[in-house]
């Protein structure tokens, strides 16, 4: 870096014609701004930014009552997100998840999950889902952690069979 700045200098010292005061102020400019350029890694991994938290209860005892708290999540972009969910259900066989995907592809994704199954944690294998978590017990809780995807709208649901529908979010 040092030899390709000193060669841009002595180029541009005679063409610029400028007298050493003010060659000696662009040179140390020239500089600051290479320096800074330098100071801040683009290559930085995502677990060493910012990690944006959220925690989202599952709840209901019965397939009438079942939903997502809350039913709506706002997270910026670029962040590595850390969704905490917690069954609040104490029903037996009250067995959540939660898959992030594609905005409007909730049909496709919660049909799909039921070939996937169990083993699989009820999350397919598709193109549209962002990420998903590991079946949560009752009184239980599980962690995942993703990238942020680009700004936009996304939904959540739980993909555990006959889920789907009413535990949805955005």
């Given at each position: 870096?040092?030899?390709l700045?000193?060669?841009?200098?002595?180029?541009?010292?005679?063409?610029?014609r400028?007298?050493?005061?003010?060659?000696?102020?662009?040179?140390?400019?020239?500089?600051?701004?290479?320096?800074?350029?330098?100071?801040?890694?683009?290559?930085?991994?995502?677990?060493?930014?910012?990690?944006?938290?959220?925690?989202?209860?599952?709840?209901?005892?019965?397939?009438?009552?079942?939903?997502?708290?809350?039913e709506?999540?706002?997270?910026?972009?670029?962040?590595?997100?850390?969704?905490?969910?917690?069954?609040?259900?104490?029903?037996?066989?009250?067995?959540h998840?939660?898959?992030?995907?594609?905005?409007?592809?909730?049909?496709?994704?919660?049909f799909?999950?039921?070939?996937?199954?169990?083993?699989?944690?009820?999350?397919?294998?598709?193109?549209?889902?962002?990420?998903?978590?590991?079946?949560v017990?009752?009184?239980?809780?599980?962690?995942i952690?993703?990238?942020?995807?680009?700004?936009?709208q996304?939904?959540?649901?739980?993909?555990?069979?006959?889920?789907?529908?009413?535990?949805?979010?955005?």
């Open positions: 870096v040092y030899s700045a000193l060669a841009f200098v002595s180029k541009y010292k005679a063409k610029l400028l007298n050493q005061q003010i060659f000696g102020k662009w040179v140390i400019l020239f500089f600051a701004t290479l320096l800074m350029s330098c100071s801040e890694n683009p290559k930085t991994p995502l677990s060493e930014k910012e990690t944006f938290e959220i925690t989202v209860y599952a709840l209901g005892e019965t397939m009438d009552d079942i939903s997502f708290e809350p709506q999540i706002e997270a910026p972009a670029g962040k590595l997100l850390q969704v905490k969910l917690i069954n609040k259900s104490t029903a037996i066989g009250m067995f998840n939660i898959v992030f995907y594609t905005f409007g592809e909730g049909q496709k994704v919660g799909n999950s039921i070939a996937s199954g169990q083993s699989k944690n009820y999350i397919p294998n598709l193109p549209e889902v962002i990420s998903g978590s590991k079946m017990e009752m009184g239980d809780s599980k962690t952690e993703f990238p942020a995807p680009a700004v936009g996304y939904n959540y649901s739980c993909t555990f069979p006959g889920h789907y529908s009413k535990m949805t979010g955005v």
